[in-house]
């Protein structure tokens, strides 16, 4: 089994990094708040799993997503896209084994949403989201048999103890070698 984690170039460094809310998806941060203060840790989110679908729970496959957000309008689909120079580059660590708080990605929603009432989750929805009673094991088999279903989030991680190492082009590959990182596979993936 293996943990991913997805984060923007300028924000690699050849060793620790730490949750930091600088870094956080801004249409997010409270919910992340909240988790910070669930947890006493400001959290980096990392994927379980083998498959594509849990990969994509990391945003590595929006280095090529061209159309932002759509619409219909009068029978048409109509969108707003990104331009040449607009797209991310982001570079996926994976990992064999990291410590954390495994929660189910189903039940974020519950978190997201629980804005509209100033984030006061319930003990049913945390133990929806954390599942206090699984052991380790639980959650890697439901990772096996429901992809893109489980996240570990984790207060610290060491980018350069990654076992994979994937990049959006040769460029970032080069410029990750230069910052010390080594195996770095460049590797597309197909959008849904």
């Avoid at 089994?1 to 801004?26: I, Q, T």
């Avoid at 120079?85 to 949403?113: A, K, R």
């Avoid at 992809?147 to 970032?172: D, E, F, H, M």
Wanted: glycine share 6%.
């Amino acid at each position: 089994m293996l943990y991913h984690h997805c984060r923007n170039l300028e924000s690699v460094v050849y060793g620790e990094v730490k949750g930091n809310p600088e870094f956080g998806d801004k249409d997010y941060k409270n919910a992340y708040r909240w988790l910070e203060k669930e947890l006493g840790f400001y959290p980096l989110f990392l994927a379980v799993g083998e498959t594509e679908d849990d990969i994509r729970m990391t945003c590595y496959a929006d280095n090529w997503r061209v159309r932002i957000s759509s619409w219909l309008e009068n029978g048409k689909v109509k969108g707003i896209y990104k331009k040449k120079g607009e797209f991310p580059n982001y570079v996926l660590f994976s990992f064999d084994n990291i410590e954390g708080i495994f929660t189910d990605y189903d039940g974020w929603h519950l978190v997201i949403n629980a804005s509209q009432k100033n984030y006061n989750i319930t003990n049913y929805e945390k133990r929806l989201l954390f599942k206090p009673s699984w052991k380790k094991s639980d959650w890697l088999r439901k990772a096996r048999k429901e992809p893109g279903t489980v996240q570990i989030v984790t207060p610290k991680l060491c980018l350069s103890s990654s076992k994979r190492i994937w990049a959006r082009n040769t460029k970032t590959k080069k410029l990750l070698e230069k910052s010390g990182f080594s195996d770095i596979e460049v590797k597309r993936m197909l959008l849904q």
